[in-house]
């Protein structure tokens, strides 16, 4: 190897390593905006906790704002009787006309599943909502939850395991998120008028306070300074990644036993037809 080739070398392992530990750090990625006390970061940056009780919830966001990017994050989801509560997930930008893209994880009576509702928003319209449970306890043990946005499509991830592809399909005049930066969010927050089956089932608020906890975050992604937007060293992968034959093996077992809502098939919903996108 030249002595120009190992210098570059160990410049790309100086900048990945340092990426890679100030991405695993809450302190230096996020803030806690609201819920007070509610919101705490532990263990030298490398967990967070959102609380809610009967006053308030909590959330944090991300400092940096993204023209796409790769999301992970841990997260460990409130146990017990969660029934009302929502702990959201999602990538959003700013505004009446704003794009999103949502994983929200709905509670439930101890021992019945929580619901991971997605949606995507264009322009500020949503209706694209696909629900699943999940095939563990999302309570027991952290799980790896991941929103992959490109500029050819929108992907969740499950540990791992694709669940979800939203393409893009502008060309066709289907509205896909590829101008607006958009910031991670996370909150914890009550929904008892609607959350579990159906709003039917109230939260217990002799249980509060209620807890979620995260850890491993990990944001690759292209951040906004000013004007433009600049990718950082690891954005190759995922910028020009879509789902392998692996991927949608994956999806299709997931959608098949564990999907409990699609928009697509919704014909009551829609009795204009089907969103054009659903026939793509
Ligand atoms: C809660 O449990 C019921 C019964 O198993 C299920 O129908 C529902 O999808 C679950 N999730 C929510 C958020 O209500």
């Known amino acids: 190897m030249s002595s120009f080739h190992s210098a570059t070398a160990l410049l790309l392992v100086l900048l990945l390593g340092c990426f890679v530990a100030s ?3 809450f302190s230096s990625t996020v803030d806690i905006t609201w819920g007070d006390h509610r919101g705490a970061i532990s263990r030298n940056g490398q967990q967070l906790s959102l609380s809610l009780d009967k006053i308030s919830g909590s959330g944090f966001q991300s400092k940096q704002e993204f023209l796409f990017g790769k999301f992970d994050m841990k997260i460990k989801l409130v146990p017990g009787n969660s029934a009302g509560t929502v ?11 704003h794009d999103e893209i949502d994983m929200e994880f709905l509670g439930n009576l101890s021992g019945q599943p929580y619901t991971l509702h997605t949606n995507v928003y264009t322009q500020g319209k949503g209706n694209r909502e696909q629900q699943f449970h999940l095939w563990f306890d999302p309570t027991a043990d952290f799980h790896t939850y991941t929103i992959l946005w490109n500029p050819q499509q929108i992907m969740f991830y499950v540990d791992g395991g694709l669940i979800r592809v939203f393409r893009n399909h502008q060309s066709a005049g289907i509205g896909y998120p590829s101008k607006q930066a958009m910031r991670l969010y996370s909150s914890l927050w009550d929904a008892e008028d609607w959350a579990t089956q159906g709003g039917r089932v109230k939260t217990d608020w002799t249980k509060a306070p209620f807890t979620a906890t995260f850890s491993n975050i990990g944001i690759s992604g292209c951040a906004k300074t000013g004007l433009s937007s600049s990718c950082d060293a690891s954005s190759s992968a995922w910028m020009n990644q879509a789902a392998v034959t692996s991927d949608l093996q994956k999806m299709n077992w997931v959608q098949k036993n564990y999907m409990i809502y699609n928009y697509c098939r919704d014909v009551q919903r829609f009795p204009q037809g089907l969103p054009p996108e659903c026939s793509l």
Do not use: K, N
Not at 88 to 96: D, E, F, R, V
């Open 87 to 97: 702990t959201a997930y999602y990538l959003s930008s700013q505004g009446p006309f």
């Open 23 to 25: 991405m695993a750090d």
